[in-house]
């Protein structure tokens, strides 16, 4: 198994040092840097088929809301009868109230792999290399003490963070819209997922903790990071941005009798 884990770790090794290799005439001494940022974004690609997906089952589970409103109505009391009554529901239109999670959890291992890879330098000589004057292999506090936060690496950490705070700004206010159109589920009523009420309110803080990641994990990886999120950022905002007028459509004939 270990055998098998270091060869996939030399063959992505191997693909980024020739993307490096390919970019060295544009981005010269940060070449290196461009590779993970340029091969991050393909890796991205190749597994969007499955964010697509997502997002289909997550769009399909939203024009079921007013049905299964009408459910908790009627077997609010009887918690039993109610899950048997969602779960043929889901059964009957062919909708997984997992959908939207299964795609994400397959996507883990090639991120996995990938923060593996640039984390630790046994992996890839690539860490030897820099962003302008950062070492990839470097850290924060290493930047910090070579010129403090303004110095040539306080720099290029400043610049992430100064973007990384951008995207999660972008993120927070897009998710607290979107989640101001449609009502909370109480928290007995949310088809045996408990906690999820919880998690929905946590949910646009989460994208501030990449600040955290970048600050303690080594630049090669802030990279890999900082791409990923901005990626899932920008494609969350593309492929959802439907789901709040799939949610707030099936109000529109109430509002049209009451005027």
């Known amino acids: ?53 997502a997002a289909r089952g997550q769009q399909a589970r939203a024009k079921l809301q007013p049905r ?56 890839t000589a690539l860490l030897d290399h820099t962003l ?22 306080g720099l290029v950490y400043l610049g992430l963070f100064v973007f990384v705070a951008g995207v999660a700004t972008f993120t927070y206010s897009r998710t607290k819209r979107q989640l101001a159109t449609q009502p909370l589920v109480p928290a007995d009523q949310q088809e045996g997922l408990p906690g999820l009420g919880v998690m929905t309110k946590l949910m646009p803080l989460m994208s501030f903790g990449t600040l955290i990641t970048v600050a303690v994990v080594p630049l090669a990886a802030a990279l890999y990071v900082v791409t990923s999120t901005t990626w899932s950022a920008l494609e969350r905002a593309y492929l959802y941005r439907d789901t709040a007028k799939a949610l707030t459509a099936p109000k529109a004939p109430e509002a049209s009798e009451a005027s």
């Open 132 to 153: 302008l004057s950062a070492p990839l292999r470097g850290h924060w506090a290493d930047a910090l003490g070579h010129g403090g936060p303004v110095g040539g690496q």
């Open 1 to 53: 198994m270990s055998m098998f884990g270091m060869s996939v770790f030399d063959v992505f090794a191997s693909l980024v040092e020739r993307l490096a290799d390919l970019v060295q005439p544009v981005f010269h001494g940060s070449a290196a840097a461009a590779a993970i940022v340029l091969f991050t974004l393909l890796v991205r690609l190749a597994v969007h088929p499955l964010s697509r997906q």
């Open 68 to 123: 299964l409103a009408e459910l908790r109505k009627k077997h609010g009391k009887d918690p039993e009868r109610l899950r048997k009554a969602v779960a043929e529901l889901h059964a009957a239109e062919k909708v997984s109230p997992f959908s939207g999670c299964l795609p994400s959890l397959l996507q883990l291992p090639a991120f996995f792999l990938l923060y593996q890879l640039f984390s630790h330098s046994g992996h």
